[in-house]
């Protein structure tokens, strides 16, 4: 145990009835409620609050003993404590040992310490010394107030992650209290956890109470035994609960939709009919899919493709396919400017086979609506698209057979499980329907092995032919009108031009775009200083009327998520029809849609936006013949983040690539949105470093579940405890 003493600089002593004693009260507050918003509930979730690094209070040197600039501890008697004028007004502390003198200066301090530290009061301090000013001395140390005679720790003093309001001191003596109480027995059989990691009551006594001779570096490396151990358990956990996921979906019943080669069902001839034929990895994703709807239990699968893959073609021969088998399709987009795309589209190709498409959005009221209501239900139309409306309780889909979820990452989880629910209810009574998402932004492999244990996952690697590679070019900002002056040879040429902006007006502090960024990690970014920044930025209908100035008799239209649905949709169709040669639009154009003709896109402020943000509005341009260019126009100065944003995008038209360096730059948590990931992310273990980690946990996780399930449910138990619930959705 650390000395009881309080440590007088920093922190305020514990109270003495301590945190259980808290616990147990109905509302906690303070430092107990802050431990209880970090997820410090239990003794045991205390027991795996991990330190991050370590101080050394073991020893003491003789002050004659200092080196210049290496971090040590004194323990001597205060002489005096002053606070001084010059050069700057700083609490002046003189220490003496018997070996010499010592001058502790406080630039901040609290009245308090100058109280405290009284001539003639034994401390201990512990920083760098230097020559300053005053001689020998050590600037802001941190000094505790000790009994003569007191013993030092036998341990290194643990540093743990805390937040405002939970001092350190009142941390660690929780920690301390739960380490003696929390059952940290072994609950793993014999032989399952890997060769040369230490049992796990031993690796936490290691990790939060290192012996004195322990090199602090080598435990804050977190390849150390102790931690490996420590990752290894928390994988395993997650893996048990997907595990069990996968399982009780496996035993759900789901139709059997077989894919028909018949000549006159609906999936051959829409073949037949399609403008073009598939590619290769098209061909052998639509197998993957046809394989698992043609099984008894509910297809479970992502499809996932760069932008301009081809996707929706793939959803259309799936819903063929259901339609075929006498089963009801639905299509779900996250906006209505897709949901609208997508129906034109699948209109297109279905109607003229004779298989009807109806489609619900938000905005879509009244009769219009009851009309799309009443061919869902005499079974007119087999596939419905749209957007969440398509889930409401109003929408009968008794024969929902296949469900599709369009950019599946933009809905919530609840939204995706009402959807999966949807059929429960109908005639279809025990059946659930087959599930297919569909993501441009690719999940990399570790993340999907770790989070979607029960999801399977499809992958178009290849682009259709004749499509040339996106040009993406980083200019400052302040070039922009030399990018104005590019448009206008665009136009020339009978091309389309994107223009993305953050914000919709000057009056807009709730931008579409993310705070700066990209997820505010890099930054202190608080919601003030993030509208500051924010207020400064071009929006868009500035910029459509710069744009209408400078190209006069052209037609510059403005897209934003606050126009009324039908006002959308005229903007819309008329950059579609290319009638209107330039959008300026927010990111509402950001997924899916797909306008061929359009081969320039200019995005403002780029370094705003995160990494999977930019690649799919990149994604707009490209989709024909003709060579396109991205401009990433970006404000100075740039963070780090930003920077390593731009340079990606730079050097790379590949969404994996994208990705991966996406999740490099951000980390999981923010990869998968901190909403749905919530308290469910790893806290240790990292996806990319513990990899082989990860692949043991995930061979062990059936064994266990088979021939130890209470072993298995323990383990869930300490690890996740009542958080077990964020992993099933
Ligand atoms: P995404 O995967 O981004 O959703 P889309 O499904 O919108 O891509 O397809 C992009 C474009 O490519 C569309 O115009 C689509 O009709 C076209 N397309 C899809 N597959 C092929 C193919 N095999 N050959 C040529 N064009 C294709
Ligand atoms: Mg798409």
Redesign the pocket.
Known sequence: MPSRAADAATDKPARRDGPRAQASRPAPSGPARVMQKLGLRRDIDLALHLPLRYEDETRVLAIAALREGEPAQVEAEVRSARVEPRPRRQLVVRLADASGELVLRFLHFHPALERQLAAGVRIRARGEARTGFFGREMVHPAVRVVVPGTPLPQVLTPVYPTAAGLPQAYLRKAVASALERAPLGELLPPGSVPAGLPAFADALELLHRPPAAAAPAALEDRRHPAWQRLKFDELLAQQLTQLAVRRAHARRAAPRLRASADPGSLRTRLVAALP????AA?CRVVAEIEADLARAQPMHRLLQ?????????VAALAAATAIDAGWQCALMAPTEILAEQHFR?LVDWLEPLGAGVAWLTGSRKGRARREQLARIADGTAALVVGTHAVIQEDVGLPRLGLAIV?EQHRFGVAQRLALRRKSAAGDAGTFEPHLLT?S?TPIPRTLAMTYYADLDVST?DEL???RTPVLTKLVAQARRDEVVARIAGEIALGRQVYWVCPLIDAADDDSEAPPPGGAGVDDGGRAGAARRALAELRNATETQAMLAAALPGREVGLLHGRLPAAGKAAVMSRFVSGAMPVLVATTVIEV?V?V?NASLMVVEHAERFGLAQLHQLR?RVG?GAAASVCVLLYGTPLSDTGKARLKAMAETNDGFEIARRDLAIRGPGELLGARQSGEALLRFADLDADEALLRQARALAPRLLDHHPEAAAAHVERWLGSRAEYLQA
């Open positions: 073009f034929t598939l590619t098209q493709g760069d932008v301009g893959a081809g996707k929706t073609v589209k369009d569909m441009a178009i259709p032919p004749g899916g797909d061929p994604g989709r």
